[in-house]
């Protein structure tokens, strides 16, 4: 049985997410709280395995209780359930160590199956958010790329064409060309300008 913790400053909220939780036979609302402090206080008395909470409350905001919870009661994940699809927020909440970012909108069936995920030790975030964290993003980080991708990268982040790379690592044009043409699909980068744009922005500062 999963241990819950739901925290909203509005009780319709509050009384529409504990009937729903509690239909499921693996979870057991064990409190609710109307604010940040309150939440923390109860938190450290209920121990429950999940605190399920709003960002914006009164005294202490969700990121704020995420942040107090991470040192005063360490074994309850913290899950978000905002209705801000906000990527500051999202980021703010998964770097101060949030296992999951759920929106409002979300149908009760995900609700649960994110739940069930996160007791088990995953990490959830909504469809929603995860699309608005990674559009218009590469796909793929620098650990995707080879050692020798790299150095193309911060050659052309330094303003090199691909005959003054080629002199800069020993290697000919055409297999510059190999290098940025992998580049590019590893990238998902729909141009050069685009590559050299991301050089710059990942390379650029490194010396």
Do not use: W
Not at 87 to 94: C, G, S
Not at 126 to 138: H, R, W, Y
Not at 144 to 155: A, C, G, M, W, Y
Request: include cysteine; hydrophobic fraction near 40%.
């Amino acid at each position: 049985m999963t241990s819950i913790l739901l925290v909203d400053d509005h009780p319709l909220v509050q009384d529409g997410l504990k009937m729903r939780l509690e239909a499921n036979p693996g979870f057991s609302v064990v409190g609710t709280a109307a604010d940040g402090e309150q939440a923390l206080t109860m938190a450290q008395q209920l121990n429950p395995d999940i605190v399920l909470t709003d960002i914006n409350m009164p005294k202490l905001n969700g990121i704020q209780l995420l942040e107090a919870l991470s040192e005063q009661s360490p074994n309850s994940k913290v899950v978000m359930l905002s209705m801000h699809d906000n990527k500051e927020y999202v980021q703010n909440a998964m770097r101060n160590g949030a296992k999951g970012y759920l929106l409002k909108d979300i149908a009760s069936s995900e609700l649960i199956s994110a739940l069930e995920a996160i007791a088990n030790g995953g990490r959830y975030i909504s469809a929603g958010v995860s699309k608005l964290l990674f559009d218009n993003e590469p796909s793929a980080s620098k650990a995707s790329l080879t050692k020798r991708e790299q150095q193309v990268l911060r050659l052309l982040a330094t303003g090199c064409g691909n005959k003054k790379i080629a002199d800069s690592l020993s290697i000919s044009i055409r297999t510059v060309e190999t290098h940025t043409l992998k580049i590019r699909r590893k990238l998902e980068l729909d141009s050069s300008a685009a590559m050299i744009k991301y050089a710059i922005e990942h390379y650029g500062s490194e010396s």
